[in-house]
């Protein structure tokens, strides 16, 4: 294959069988690693950025600001970099440090905001400060993950399709919920396309994404402290929410079982797969949606001092009490 640019370099259709995970059914891990990004964040990124140029709301020399946990905040730095546009990604302390020397690398400004909002996340804090940077800078332009249909639809057209593609007559697909534009995407797309598909949205204690309690939350691209606005659990079969410290074990799970690394989201849906095991009737052709590997979360999510420090390495973790207020600080 030879492709004429970095942006190219896409291979959406890889699936590793976790043969042995289920008992009587077929487990496929949609690996969503293989792009420049190594994440499935790649896919709104391009979506976005296209649609703000077809629009006019970009143009050679614009800057983009966003907020993110990390991938999406690589894959903007990517695609801004190519073309022509200076990115800012507005992120928090639980970005592992390799996310953001990442982004940086590809020439982006990177702010990490270390005050907690009420809800023991960093979301709203750091809309408020991308909010505020806009109303100062009106020339700044927010692709807004968080409400942009583009971000619902760049999954239906893509990563639902490619399961279906892959797998007709697939029974059940679980996702894990972030900004939730990979599962509103895919819900949407399985209810008119393939209706006896039932979709499992994946979500972590403590997340408040879909009105479950709040709690402290340590591992990126997990769950939320404030609802987006596309969040919608239409189309979906049920809500599953699991442990921060279950995702990691089945992170450990899938590297000794299978080799392969994965991020705390793929633990996560993993873990979600297995909570609901007992829903899936035997035969069952099942797909879980592996956002990115965890290569990059080599000294956090696998490293045991990190894991300890943060009661991680204990099935009953407490959600802890909320950190006082603090500040943002800028990476250059």
Known sequence: MIVESALDIQFPDVFLELSGFLPDSRLYLKIEAMNPAGSIKFKPALAMVDDLEQRGLLRPGSRIIESSSGNL???LSIVSNARGYRFTCVTDMNTAPATIELMRAYGAHVVVIDKRDTNGGYL?????YLQDRIR???ALVWPNQYANPINTMAHYHTTAAEILKEFPQVDAVFVGAGTTGTLTGCAQYFARHR???KVFAVDIIGSTTFGTPPGRRHIPGLGTS????????????DLVMVSEHDAVQACRRLRDRHWLLGGGSTGAVLS???ARAGMLRPGSVVVAISPDLGDRYAGTLYDPGWLAERGLDRPSAPAGLLEPAGSYSEAH
């Open 73 to 75: 905040g690589i894959a």
């Open 124 to 128: 709203s804090m750091r809309l408020k």
């Open 136 to 138: 100062a800078d009106p």
């Open 195 to 197: 209706p006896e598909t």
């Open 226 to 237: 404030r609802t987006p606005a596309i969040a919608s659990l239409q189309h979906v079969t």
């Open 272 to 274: 979600g797969v297995a």
